[in-house]
């Protein structure tokens, strides 16, 4: 009987696996490589952000519907998170919960996670400068007095307004709808199925205002680019960056990671099989497990064939 024709989706067990692999393959990943593919994600997500400032500039609709371009910015935004995403290139925010999963899996080191929650954070800020300096700052995307104006107050929101206590955990809520949207892409199998599932809980992080610490390195950079009154790099990194990166870190790699790895991996002894095959670690270990109980086997064996030889030997000495 032939085996019943695969869904579209994997199982929730199944996505954490191969949420598992990932986060080892880019916990392994050469320095130079991690650094690369994280200044592109940057700049990515930097033109998303960009994009999604640009549809807020008009005073009107910021005035009378402020709902309605909030929801057009959260509706166009996801597209960043989609090319991420489907072209492998690596966000700080994805790895906290990627290698989470493998670290609490056995399969990465913490060291070499850290090492790479270190690296691609650099290369997020690298490439998310990069794009707002030559791309957004020195050009005439935002050289309009009323584009100023609003890059201003964006970044005052982000950075200034808010309590320390208020970034962190709108950065709890940011990275935990990320992670469901990175984990929900791992579940579709085909390309249509990612981007449908990458888009609803991104969607759902803009529009409700939290705080993600890649897409503020866009969006307070230009506010202070522009001149936005009382906005420092000092106070940028102390009141906006640190929190809303502590926050990130508990929501990608808490709520997301650490749960569904022990949901769906924790205290599971048999390797998880995916499109028919297990992951290479796994079979090298039952390869190895089954070798020592071969040979426990055969020396079960053996004791067990030399015991009754001994008790023949004695009966026959006494015998005589």
Known sequence: MSPPPPTNAYTPQQTTELCSRAGHAKARMRPDKVLLSSFL???????????????????????????????????????????????????????????????????????????????TFLGNLAGSLFTMALLVGYTTTFSSPAAHARAASFATAKALTPAWHVVFLRGIGANWLVCLAAWLSF??????????????????????????????????????????EGLTVGRYIADSMIPALLGNIVGGGLMVGVVYWYLYLCGNETPVVVDGEVWEGDQKEEEIVGQVREREDFEGQRSGEQTPRRKESKGAEDMV
């Open 41 to 119: 994600a940057g700049a990515i997500l930097a033109f998303a952000c960009a994009s999604t400032l640009s549809v807020t500039v008009a005073p009107w609709y910021q005035e009378n519907a402020p709902g309605v371009i909030t929801l057009l910015g959260a509706a166009i935004f996801p597209f960043g998170l989609t090319i991420i995403l489907t072209t492998g290139a690596d966000l700080c925010t994805g790895s906290f919960m990627l290698t989470t999963i493998s670290t609490l899996h056995g399969r990465t080191h913490p060291l070499r996670a850290l090492a790479h929650w270190t690296l």
């Open 187 to 228: 579940m579709a199998r085909g390309f249509g199925g990612k981007v449908a599932a990458i888009w609803g809980p991104t969607f759902a992080f803009v529009m409700l205002g939290f705080d993600h610490v890649v897409a503020n390195m866009l969006y307070v950079p230009l506010g202070i680019f522009v001149g936005a």
